[in-house]
């Protein structure tokens, strides 16, 4: 089993910067791909960017060139910089951790979660 815990998230205006912080423990040797996905009221919960295991980043449209992902592997921990917010970024955000070595951006594929960390993005 493998436990992740978000943190970092707070009320920002737009244009702000953030960075939300998640800490892995338990089992982690097991785990490939990291990724931080959100979900907004009323939508579906969205993937935002994905690590793999030597670095390989991708992320979803939506995020490219605003967000980074990055991982310390040393000290288990994930995290995301964004940049330049918008009101539309507002959602809670998860992170989420799996021992795939393709490291998707599809929720399914992801069996270990955070309990989720808001973010709102005031105009």
């Known amino acids: 089993q493998v436990q992740l815990e978000e943190s970092g998230g707070t009320s920002v205006q737009t244009g702000g910067s953030l960075t939300l912080s998640c800490a892995l423990s338990?089992?982690?040797?097991?785990?490939?791909?990291l990724a931080w996905f959100r979900q907004a009221p009323g939508k579906e919960r969205e993937g935002l960017a994905r690590i793999d295991g030597i670095g390989y980043t991708a992320y979803a449209d939506s995020v490219k060139g605003r967000f980074t992902i990055s991982r310390d592997n040393a000290n288990n921990t994930l995290a995301l910089q964004m940049n330049s917010l918008k009101p539309e970024d507002s959602a809670v955000y998860y992170c989420?951790?799996?021992?795939?070595?393709?490291?998707?951006?599809?929720?399914?594929?992801?069996?270990?979660w955070g309990q989720g960390t808001q973010v709102t993005v005031s105009s």
């Open positions: 989420a951790a799996s021992y795939l070595a393709s490291c998707p951006l599809i929720r399914s594929d992801y069996p270990y």
């Open positions: 338990g089992q982690t040797y097991t785990i490939r791909c």
